[in-house]
């Protein structure tokens, strides 16, 4: 679900096949992912002209913070964060061009924002994702608490991406919404396994998106927000903020 820093503390997100398209993309994917991605506004993803959003974790005792404005039809993304001596840093480039951009942006911050940005929209990357594989497991009881939800597991590749043979168990609740999910890495980087809650669900613009996932990473206290989240549509320069939807 998340990465801090990148290279280092807690990573767990799949960054197998990005693909950002119109919904004829994936006309092979099972029932299931097609019906969590809708949930979550997948048919009026192509309204969008632009993305906001703070990305804040704190895994035990460590915590960061990084903003991003992402523009999914030109593949422009702007990021602004602190450096280590608590400098501002302000980068944008195109994902498109990527090739040509210092080894930091290609190394760190675009790997960051692929992170982030899944940490977004992940249910839409259930549909999206080809290269993903997707099972609807049926009715199963949560990891957290009590009740049973909607089992679906989504497993990646063993091979390329940035974490290769991630697996994300999602627990749906009402409506295809994301309500809790274990996270599993393919790879050898911690945390192993993250379990959390999904809440705060926000409606944005088309995207129904939740900002407040708390639990553990390999045993230790979990919480990633995601702040300040907005949406400019095709043919407007105003954004559209966030509106809290009410809990299920």
């Known amino acids: 679900m998340t990465k801090f820093g990148y290279s280092k503390a807690v990573g767990c997100l799949a960054f197998s096949t990005v693909v950002f398209a119109a919904p004829s993309w994936a006309q092979t994917r ?9 949930a979550n506004g997948l048919d009026s993803f192509g309204q969008i ?15 960061l913070s990084r903003s991003w404005v992402w523009e999914p039809k030109t593949s422009r993304v702007s990021y602004t964060a602190k450096d280590k ?3 501002p840093v302000k ?5 498109s061009a990527l090739g040509s951009e210092p080894a930091k942006v290609r190394d760190e911050i675009d790997p960051a924002f692929l992170n982030d ?10 549909y999206w994702d080809e290269s993903a594989d997707v099972q609807d497991m049926g009715t199963q009881k949560l ?14 590749p063993s091979d390329g991406g940035y974490t290769p043979g991630d697996t994300w168990e999602l627990y749906l609740g009402p409506h295809d919404r994301v309500e809790q999910f274990v996270y ?4 050898s980087m911690p945390p192993k396994v993250v379990i959390a809650k999904w809440s705060g669900y926000e409606k944005v613009g088309p995207l ?10 390999d045993g230790k206290p979990l919480r990633v927000m995601l702040t300040n989240v907005a949406v400019k549509l095709v043919g407007s320069n105003k954004w559209v903020t966030a509106q809290r939807v009410a809990a299920r």
């Open 85 to 87: 001596d608590g400098k």
């Open 143 to 156: 990891p957290l608490g009590t009740g049973t939800a909607k089992h679906v597991v989504v497993k990646y």
């Open 184 to 187: 599993h890495r393919g790879g």
């Open 49 to 63: 002209e632009a993305i906001r959003y703070t990305f804040i974790g704190h895994i035990g005792d460590l915590s």
């Open 30 to 38: 099972p029932p299931i992912a097609e019906e969590i991605a809708k």
């Open 208 to 217: 129904l998106i939740s900002t407040d996932r708390r639990g553990t990473a």
């Open 91 to 95: 980068v944008t480039y195109y994902e």
């Open 117 to 126: 940005q899944y940490n977004l929209l992940f249910p839409l990357h259930v």
